[in-house]
């Protein structure tokens, strides 16, 4: 054994020492006692690497700490396995084997739960010794629970696999001889750099490229997902490890490629591809020690203490977390910049493939009317980055000409605008020339999202408006929002200019046809812009948003009259998804309330295509034909109002005469409308199964309702109900099962079950059972909803609000519908909305006898039962962390918007859910 043999230290032994390694041969079992001596030095060595990193160690130098770490491990086990178990004094030039690192761990890196990627190399095919050292070595890294991405091969297979594999090559592009025979493992190294010095690099590029873009899509293409992939997803170590791979591949013998990555990339931009490469692996380290496993995506559980692990701190109203995500979003813009950067000098060296027949022919440059601006190979470029020096302007008109001609930008002119920032002064804010441009993107372009974006990355859409910068990458902690709020404002802007161009007409007709009644197109897509700059203010979202919406139109020249319209619309984008999800739009006085608050037609046109936009925007799967239907009622009814018609209490049981006849007839009628196989009856896909239950009214209905619901396991994700002057009451669920997929599509039979349990509860036979037991979800565990009650008794004239709100879990429906039932309590409509992890439930309630409920002590007490209901426990289980509170604005802008009040004493709104 070599020195590094496991000896106890004694100045003065006596007699023979005993060698743990070779007690561990002569065992009865000496695979389990060598991982015994293993474990402890592994184990120890890995911890010394955490505390490093708890104490402030940087990202890289903790993954070369869990590198050094398997280095030594797996040097201890060779030893222990050809020196002692399976030794060979003499050995033959067939018995030569080498153990050589590859991929990530072979360029010295490691995350706390890694795999290890190891190649056995021997100089040809197997023999049986080689057979048995690799067979133990593996099953001892098994014991260890160690993950092993393992190959044996001879030198000559791993050179042909490399010639045809890329992901071979990239793995081979980073071998580092661990073990064994130096000699061999040297000779193929060299082999195999020379076959890639002499190889054309393009192919491989090119291969890595694809792959980046696989990956992405795989992992997410947006890279502002609030739940992001650290290793895989955009922005992420995948793609600074792609930049690490193409400039080994162009030059293999230069350490971690650095000749080739100090050519190809500013002494800036390699500070912040090492600052960026630092921080990610930082992250990806805390998160796997957090979660005790190779996790490498960074969702709401693990991200409060991760941000706190990182020595993040909430500031203001802003707390650590959203700060830390803020902060890791910037960090993935920086690494598509560099991406970009670095494939601008690959296509200037001609070492990228050309990706079209155009880009083929050399010097096919053309002029665009602009100078400096040429279109080079099919794409935008300058000639230099003093064209922007010269005439700062150029750097809006750029975007713009690459619009009006629709072509993609030259990476060359990305990384020179990059670069060119520090022009954009206060002066240049307010150059007409280059507002005009800003504002032509915006409302006129032709691919306003994919512009934007690029403007976004490049950092320009910051810098030239301010207000926009103070939301790049910010994040809201809650489940609803599905990107960060820069990214869910640009797909906004790209959703009204595909509802403009009839691209949506399918889904919506209605706001097809009035986006082009729209008289000011530019004020909508400037109130779009600008609608969520106010998020994270001290004031509130509305207020703040308000305020910076006024300063941004005043830069950019707007007359006094327009900006008022825009600003209008950023305090109020909130109101109408407000008034239709939480409010009985078919009562006269909501919609008299709401055309009070709207003023007249051109907002009523321009706010419901700004509300369908930012709904869609919120994340996958968020609008549905449910939203769709309330918020055309009440668009509808408020447009009848302004052109002067009546608008009586509208009657909801219109729509579904057939079931309602039946109520009327005596029967409980249980049905379902649409969706169980995913399908409304237009054809537009559905989020959930629509189902109806009419029957004559009676105390507890609604209650009995959703206690069958809860027993069945449906997620009810909308409600309404409506009582018809004759008693009749029609109860319309929107219901989802624990998937999230429409209830019964799954499982047609257990649609049949609810049905006749419904018809059971309808007829007053409930026959309620506990509702199933929530699994635990770390995610929502991860949130502590603020629970909020209100009563208000002038919203309507005939009945009382409740609205509630708190965290949503199975059962909570049911629970709130029997504490009214209990305080006597009539609900003659309910409005059912979630919203990520918080449940928003307004219900408009009267007196038994009929009449509006009185303030005093009876609604006191019903305020506090119901908080007792939303204060409950939910499911128990372990959690990683404390849970953290959203912020201050979360019971606001996460799950409290309402429409202004008459009453005094209501609470300003602060914000909401649609976006």
């Known amino acids: ?70 280095d030594d491990m797996l040097r201890d086990l060779w030893r222990f396995t050809t020196e002692i178990l399976y030794p060979a004094h003499n050995p033959t030039e067939a018995e030569r084997l080498s153990l050589i690192a590859v991929g990530g761990y072979g360029r010295g890196v490691l995350a706390p739960f ?20 690799i067979e133990f070595m593996l099953y001892v890294l098994w014991d260890l629970g160690v993950k092993v991405g393992q190959a044996a091969r001879s030198v000559d297979e791993s050179l042909a696999l490399a010639k045809t594999d890329m992901t071979v090559r990239t793995a081979l592009l980073e071998a580092r001889p661990l073990a064994g025979d130096t000699q061999l493992a040297e000779d193929f190294i060299a082999r195999f750099r020379a076959f890639v010095v002499k190889a054309d690099p393009r192919p491989f590029i090119a291969a890595k490229l694809e792959e980046r873009d696989q990956r992405h899509q795989k992992a997410g293409a947006v890279r502002y997902r609030v739940e992001p992939n650290v290793k895989d997803g955009k922005g992420g170590l995948r793609d600074l490890n792609t930049l690490f791979w193409i400039a080994r591949s162009l030059a293999p013998d230069s350490p971690l490629g650095a000749r080739v990555m100090d050519g190809l990339l500013t002494p800036r931009e390699r500070r912040t591809f090492e600052e960026s490469f630092d921080f990610l692996w930082r992250t990806r380290a805390h998160l796997h020690l957090i979660a005790g496993r190779a996790e490498e995506k960074l969702t709401f559980d ?84 003093e064209v922007f020096a010269e005439a700062p302007e150029k750097l809006l008109l750029l975007f713009r000409v690459a619009d009006a001609h629709d072509l993609d930008l030259h990476p060359d002119a990305l990384s020179a605008v990059s670069r060119s920032l520090s022009l954009v002064t206060p002066s240049l804010r307010r150059d007409p020339e280059a507002t005009r441009a800003f504002l032509d993107i915006l409302a006129q372009g032709q691919r306003p999202y994919r512009v934007l974006s690029l403007m976004n990355e490049t950092g320009l859409l910051g810098r030239f408006l301010p207000e926009w910068g103070r939301i790049v990458g910010q994040t809201q902690f809650n ?9 869910h404002t640009l797909q906004a802007i790209g959703i009204i200019n595909d509802i403009w161009r009839g691209k949506l007409e399918a889904e919506h007709p209605t706001s097809t046809e009035i986006v082009h009644r729209i008289d000011d197109f530019e004020a909508l897509m400037l109130a779009m812009l600008l609608h969520d700059v106010g998020k994270g203010g001290d004031r509130g979202q509305l207020e703040d948003g308000a305020i910076a919406a006024r300063r941004a139109c005043d830069r950019l020249g707007l007359d006094p009259r327009r900006t008022e319209f825009v600003v209008w619309l950023v305090r109020n984008h909130l109101a109408l998804s407000d008034y239709a999800q939480k409010r009985d739009v078919s009562d006269p006085a909501t919609v008299r309330a709401f055309a009070a608050l709207v003023g007249d037609p051109e907002r009523l046109r321009t706010l419901l295509i700004l ?73 537009g896909e559905r989020a959930a199964t629509r189902v109806a239950v009419a ?23 909308g409600a309404r109900v409506a009582t018809a002057g004759d008693g009749v009451a029609l109860d319309v669920f929107e219901l989802q099962d624990g998937a999230g997929d429409p209830y019964g599509r799954a499982e047609p039979r257990r649609l049949d079950r609810l049905l006749a349990a419904l018809t059971a509860a309808a007829r007053g036979d409930p026959g309620r059972a506990e509702p199933p037991r929530a699994t635990y979800n770390p995610r929502r565990a991860a949130f502590d909803v603020r629970p909020t009650v209100i009563i208000d008794l002038e919203e309507s004239p005939s009945a009382a609000v409740v609205e509630v709100s708190g965290a949503d879990r199975p059962g909570l429906l049911a629970d709130l519908a029997g504490v009214l039932s209990q305080r006597q309590l009539s609900i003659r409509s309910a409005h059912i909305a979630g919203f990520g992890e918080r449940a928003v439930d307004s219900f408009y309630v009267t007196a038994v006898e009929g009449g509006k409920p009185t303030a005093g002590a009876g609604l006191d007490q019903l305020r506090a039962d119901l908080e007792s209901v939303l204060d409950r426990a939910g499911p128990s289980g372990p959690r990683v962390s404390a849970p953290v509170r959203a912020s201050l604005r979360d019971v606001s802008e996460v799950g409290r918007v309402r429409p202004p009040s008459r009453g005094a004493n209501r609470p300003v709104s602060r914000g909401g859910e649609a976006g």
Do not use: C
Not at 482 to 487: K, S
Not at 629 to 655: K, N, S
């Open 479 to 487: 489940m609803y929002h599905a990107y960060t709020v820069d990214e």
């Open 302 to 385: 693990l991200q409060p203490e991760v941000a706190r692990r990182m020595g993040w701190r909430g500031r203001g109203d802003e707390p650590a977390v959203e700060r830390f995500m803020r902060r890791y979003f910037l960090v993935a813009r920086d690494v598509g910049a560099l991406t970009r950067a670095l494939s601008a000098k690959l296509e200037s060296r001609q070492q990228k493939p050309t990706l079209s027949l155009s880009r083929l022919i050399p010097g096919r440059k053309k002029k665009l009317g602009v100078d400096g601006f040429i279109e080079d190979g099919g794409r935008l470029s300058v000639t230099g980055p």
């Open 611 to 683: 509300t369908v936009a930012d709904i869609r925007a919120v994340g996958p799967g968020v609008w549905n034909g449910w939203k769709g239907q309330l918020i055309r009622e009440l668009y509808q009814r408020t447009e009848a109002l302004f052109r002067g018609e009546d608008i009586d209490h509208a009657d909801p049981l219109e729509d579904y005469p057939e079931i309602v006849a039946r109520a009327r007839a005596g029967e409980a009628v249980a049905a379902v409308l649409s969706g169980a196989d995913g399908f409304d009856g237009e054809g």
């Open 695 to 717: 029957v004559q009214d009676r105390p507890g209905l609604f209650a009995d309702l959703a206690g069958a619901l809860a027993a069945a396991g449906a997620d009810v994700v």
């Open 114 to 133: 890694s795999d290890l990627d190891l190649l056995f190399l021997r100089p040809w095919k197997s023999i049986p010794r080689t057979e048995q050292v």
């Open 1 to 70: 054994m070599s020195a590094r043999s496991r000896r106890p230290d004694s100045v003065e032994a006596k007699g023979p020492v005993a060698d743990p390694w070779a007690e561990a041969a002569a065992a009865s079992n000496p695979r389990a006692a060598a991982t015994a001596l293993l474990r402890a030095s592994w184990e120890a060595a890995r911890a010394r690497a955490a505390a490093r990193l708890e104490g402030g160690l940087g990202g890289v130098e903790v993954a070369r700490l869990y590198a050094v770490a398997a």
